[in-house]
């Protein structure tokens, strides 16, 4: 019996044991579940709320209303235009390829197009739409309508596009707008420029002024679903719009200078004030329809455009340099007046050639032009008379009298792709050429040839430093900039400026080579200088057999040039123009030229403003 009693307790210590053994583990599982689930909660809780919130909402920036860009008068020049664009969704596609084949059978996409939406689909934010294809015809949006159920992922939403009345004529100055490149959207911190569609300013004054046109994204905040589909709208941020822009352009001035240089091959020009530097209006022809970089441009013809010799892509006005050629003769003689070694009053003999050494420099005018003043020789733009002068005056004097009038430096317009030019010296041609500067190098420089090379712009500087007494004013685009304009005194001496002035009215008083060019208008009439540059040497062989220049291939031929002021007695408007390969400055640019300042007068913009 007590044998069993012992059995008994033996049977119940042990299931204890075992009781214990099981609760003891039951305990530890709990504590060991208790902290897991304490560190899922308290400590990576936020690490997985915030994933699972980034599964669940969409954050979208939204693009901000580019500023417009305005005219003095306050038409807008470039402005924001309603578009319906195609967009693809990532996430409610499963076949991208198929989709986009079938919407291709809808909406032409050229390779570049689908190598672009294969790009910001693998660099987009998830939920973030694509655009497929922007500027949608309202034939394109109803088939597109009607594929719907075949095109899953693919809407059409409005967008603003930019839109240039002036098209055209005013692609130069004001630019257009382009898609950021890839070092652009690693270099720059703004989120928008990873959006798909969002676009900046390539050139122009888009580009120069992109920062204040652009504005300031907003954002939204979207509940949408495992399949990317908008549930609703959570928060919404407005964006900031950019700021619109007024310029110094003269809208109507503009279209009237284009279409002028537009009956030239080839040409370019710009009307500054000589006060305040405004540029009234920049063109060069010929050249494009900004309009068309709305879409992907096509290849053939972006070819097209870039292998034309007259190079329509180029702003000649200043993204090229020429030999300026006897537009240059007033700084050889403003250097020399400084200089104390000519007068007004100085002459010298011309023959028609001036011999140094066993070379001949010969003058335009076969069998020269006699006895020449300085007023003379720029109003006949006698060659002799400023080897002459250029000798005397030396080349470093003249240089720095270029350099002073605004020449071989950048103008300060800010607007990319202008270059410099070139103005030499004695230490430039040593350090270039290791050989020393010769009096032959100082004769053709005199001239505007040899080494010396300007732009359009850098002329019409400083044909404003000429017409204003020797101020330095500077050119701008914006309006804000010319009204507060405060130019200082260049350091010349005002007779010696006013020197110059009275040679370049003689320009175009009889006599001159520009006389025939003259504003019919007394109170319009204009002062200027002529010049032609040489784009290849004449031969001796050449002026022997009578030299024909338009007998010469178009590209061959001479750029003709021609620099004035207006009105002669009271200067408010500067002009330079260039006709490339056109010949002979007088009897080509001089009629552009005239032209051109007849019709800013007759439309006076400095006159005519209107703050916007």
């Not at 240089?261 to 080839?266: H, V």
């Not at 032959?440 to 040899?450: K, L, M």
């Not at 001796?540 to 001479?558: C, I, N, T």
């Amino acid at each position: 019996m007590n044998t069993a009693l012992e059995r008994d307790q033996d049977r119940q210590q042990l299931i204890t044991r075992r009781s214990l053994m099981l609760l003891a583990g039951q305990s530890v599982a709990a504590i060991v579940l208790l902290g897991r689930a304490g560190e899922l909660q308290l400590i990576k809780g936020a690490a997985y709320n915030l994933l699972s919130e980034e599964n669940r909402i969409s954050i979208r920036i939204v693009p901000p209303p580019r500023g417009q860009l305005l005219d003095r008068k306050g038409n807008v020049m470039a402005a924001n235009q309603q578009s319906y664009r195609a967009v693809i969704l990532r996430e409610e596609v499963k076949d991208l390829e198929a989709v986009l084949n079938r919407f291709a059978d809808v909406v032409d996409l050229s390779p570049d197009d689908r190598a672009r939406i294969e790009k910001e689909l693998h660099r987009g934010r998830n939920f973030s739409p694509v655009v497929l294809k922007s500027n949608l015809s309202w034939n394109e949006m109803a088939r597109l309508e009607v594929l719907t159920p075949e095109l899953p992922g693919v809407t059409v939403d409005s967008a603003a596009q930019r839109f240039y009345p002036l098209g055209a004529a005013a692609a130069h100055v004001l630019g257009y707008l382009g898609t950021p490149d890839e070092d652009e959207i690693d270099n720059d911190n703004e989120p928008l420029m990873g959006v798909s569609g969002f676009e900046i300013g390539k050139t122009g004054a888009e580009q120069t002024y992109d920062d204040v046109l652009r504005g300031r994204a907003g954002g939204l905040q979207l509940e949408v679903n495992a399949k990317g589909r908008v549930v609703q709208e959570l928060k919404r941020t407005p964006p900031v719009a950019g700021k619109n822009l007024q310029l110094t352009l003269d809208a109507d001035l503009q279209q009237a200078m284009y279409q002028r240089l537009s009956q030239e091959r080839s040409a370019a020009a710009v009307v500054m004030d000589v006060h305040s530097g405004a540029i009234y209006a920049m063109a060069s022809s010929p050249a494009f329809d900004p309009n068309i970089f709305t879409q992907t441009i096509p290849q053939d013809l972006w070819q097209q455009l870039n292998s034309d010799p007259t190079k329509p892509l180029l702003n000649k006005v200043f993204g090229g340099t020429y030999p300026p050629g006897s537009t240059f003769k007033p700084i050889t003689a403003l250097a020399a007046l400084e200089a104390g070694v000519i007068t007004p009053e100085t002459t010298v003999t011309c023959t028609g050639s001036t011999t140094l050494g066993t070379h001949i420099f010969h003058c335009w005018k076969k069998g020269g032009h006699g006895t020449v003043s300085l007023t003379q020789a720029i109003a006949q733009s006698c060659d002799c008379f400023f080897y002459e002068t250029a000798r005397r005056a030396g080349i470093d004097r003249v240089s720095a009298t270029a350099h002073a009038m605004g020449l071989g430096q950048v103008s300060g317009l800010g607007l990319s792709g202008e270059h410099h030019g070139l103005i030499p010296d004695r230490l430039w041609k040593r350090k270039v050429f290791k050989q020393d500067w010769t009096v032959a190098d100082s004769f053709v420089c005199g001239i505007g040839q040899g080494y010396v090379t300007a732009s359009i712009l850098q002329l019409a500087i400083m044909t404003s430093r000429i017409a204003n007494g020797g101020m330095n004013v500077k050119p701008t685009l914006l309006a804000s900039e010319a009204a507060s304009a405060n130019a200082t005194r260049l350091g010349f001496n005002p007779a010696n400026i006013a020197a110059i002035q009275t040679g370049m009215m003689a320009v175009t008083a009889p006599g001159g080579t520009a006389a025939a060019e003259q504003i019919p208008e007394p109170q319009w009439h204009m002062a200027g200088k002529t010049g032609t540059a040489q784009v290849q040497a004449i031969t001796q062989a050449q002026r022997d057999a009578g030299f024909d220049v338009f007998k010469l291939p178009w590209e061959q031929r001479h750029h003709a040039l021609f620099i004035a002021y207006a009105p002669e007695d009271r200067p408010q408007y500067a002009l330079a123009t260039i006709i490339q390969h056109g010949g002979a400055g007088g009897s080509v640019a001089g009629p552009l030229g005239r032209d051109i300042l007849r019709k800013t007068q007759e439309l006076d913009p400095a006159r005519n403003f209107k703050a916007a």
